[in-house]
């Protein structure tokens, strides 16, 4: 079945460190989707990508996906402690509705 | 926008006894709502996609009468852990993909956290 990798599984950076972490898919996917979880909350959806090669900007953080559009990649400039937490992509493929997520990114900021 | 609940938020109970968790959305229609699995610091395990009116799909390795799923409405659907047993025990997060929409967006609820005695 389709399998989402995600390295590093897990990362400690200091403050002002750049991070950045990288999804890849076993299969080509139609789109995906990457999310954060905080300690002890729920995922929370930041962005879609759906084109080959899409680059998309959310002021600190920068989305790729890849032009196979099997894998995909998140990074962060500057890291501050607020962005502590486990990072996940999700894809999805033709056809379902459905997306499998990745193992995650555990990303811990030292002040 | 775009807020869906789950309950209960947590959950005890002893092994054996069934437990029912409500996934709602609040403020949109949601013809397909989804059952994820997470154990501590793992990642979200798809476990079922629920459609309203028709029979939930259950991904491989999950026991269908064990993890009993209804979608009775466009805004609720529920899942049942049958004879629950303590390997049972995890948090278990549902989302709701809006009716109608050409986003792919997914909402999440807050999870609920079971613990089987």
Same mark, same amino acid.
Request: hydrophobic fraction near 30%; charged fraction near 20%.
């Given at each position: 079945?389709?399998?989402?990798?995600?390295?590093?599984?897990?990362?400690?950076?200091?403050?002002?460190?750049?991070?950045?972490?990288?999804?890849?898919?076993?299969?080509?996917?139609?789109?995906?989707?990457?999310?954060?979880?905080?300690?002890?909350?729920?995922?929370?959806?930041?962005?879609?990508?759906?084109?080959?090669?899409?680059?998309?900007?959310?002021?600190?953080?920068?989305?790729?996906?890849?032009?196979?559009?099997?894998?995909? %990649?998140?990074?962060?400039?500057?890291?501050?402690?607020?962005?502590?937490?486990?990072?996940?992509?999700?894809?999805?493929?033709?056809?379902?509705?459905?997306?499998?997520?990745?193992?995650?990114?555990?990303?811990?900021?030292?002040? | 926008?775009?807020?869906?609940s789950q309950h209960p938020s947590w959950v005890i109970c002893k092994s054996?006894?069934?437990?029912?968790?409500?996934?709602?959305?609040?403020?949109?229609?949601?013809?397909?709502?989804?059952?994820?699995?997470?154990?501590?610091?793992? %990642?979200?395990?798809?476990?079922?996609?629920?459609?309203?009116? %028709?029979?939930?799909?259950?991904?491989?390795?999950?026991?269908?009468?064990?993890?009993?799923?209804?979608?009775? %409405?466009l805004t609720l659907s529920t899942l049942t852990v049958t004879s629950a047993h303590p390997e049972d025990?995890?948090?278990?997060?549902?989302?709701?993909?809006?009716?109608?929409?050409?986003?792919?967006?997914?909402?999440?609820?807050?999870?609920?956290?079971?613990?089987?005695?």
């Open positions: 079945g389709q399998q989402v990798m995600q390295i590093p599984q897990y990362q400690h950076v200091q403050e002002g460190e750049d991070f950045t972490t990288y999804c890849n898919s076993s299969t080509t996917l139609s789109n995906i989707q990457w999310y954060k979880q905080r300690p002890g909350g729920h995922p929370v959806f930041l962005i879609q990508l759906v084109k080959s090669g899409e680059v998309k900007k959310q002021k600190r953080l920068t989305f790729q996906f890849g032009e196979a559009k099997k894998n995909s %990649s998140l990074h962060i400039t500057a890291t501050q402690t607020t962005d502590v937490g486990t990072y996940f992509c999700a894809g999805r493929t033709s056809g379902t509705y459905k997306y499998i997520f990745g193992t995650g990114t555990r990303l811990k900021v030292l002040a | 926008g775009a807020v869906v054996g006894t069934s437990v029912k968790i409500e996934c709602r959305s609040l403020d949109f229609q949601a013809t397909t709502m989804f059952w994820y699995r997470q154990f501590p610091k793992q %990642s979200l395990m798809l476990m079922a996609t629920s459609n309203e009116g %028709s029979k939930a799909t259950y991904e491989q390795g999950v026991e269908k009468d064990k993890f009993l799923i209804n979608h009775a %409405s025990s995890s948090f278990y997060i549902c989302s709701a993909r809006p009716s109608g929409r050409s986003t792919d967006t997914q909402y999440f609820g807050p999870g609920t956290r079971l613990t089987v005695l």
